[in-house]
């Protein structure tokens, strides 16, 4: 069964540092492409960075300079360390897999897989 599992997440006080990540089974994310979404409460999920297969990534602006995306395909994981939180991060937090192949540059905009999400709460 081929699933994502995001783990990381959590109550942080405005200007702290969290890493998720992003942990597939049942399929080689090395030929995937991964995205990180969010969804805060009243608001539409926005797509907040993706890394493509070849190494390509894709920040939101709002989260440009403060965050990290970076993937290790011998875990089978890739990861989204984010600094200098504020309160407006505060989300469920969502990763998603869509497949490329064994390259490709390309950060879609359209997913096959997506997990379950995981809560980011940034307040002091």
């Known amino acids: 069964q081929l699933q994502v599992v995001e783990s990381g997440g959590g109550l942080v006080q405005p200007g702290g540092s969290l890493r998720l990540s992003c942990a597939a089974s049942?399929?080689?994310?090395?030929?995937?492409?991964i995205g990180w979404f969010r969804q805060a409460p009243g608001k539409e999920r926005e797509r907040v960075s993706c890394?493509?297969?070849?190494?390509?990534?894709y920040y939101t602006d709002s989260v440009k300079g403060r965050s990290t995306i970076s993937r290790d395909n011998a875990k089978n994981t890739v990861y989204l360390q984010m600094n200098s939180l504020k309160p407006e991060d505060t989300a469920v937090y969502y990763c998603?897999?869509?497949?490329?192949?064994?390259?490709?540059?390309?950060?879609?905009?359209?997913?096959?897989?997506w997990g379950q999400g995981t809560q980011v709460t940034v307040s002091s």
């Open positions: 890394i493509s297969v070849d190494g390509t990534t």
């Open positions: 998603a897999a869509d497949f490329l192949g064994p390259s490709g540059s390309s950060c879609p905009l359209e997913y096959d897989w």
């Open positions: 049942g399929f080689t994310l090395a030929y995937y492409a």
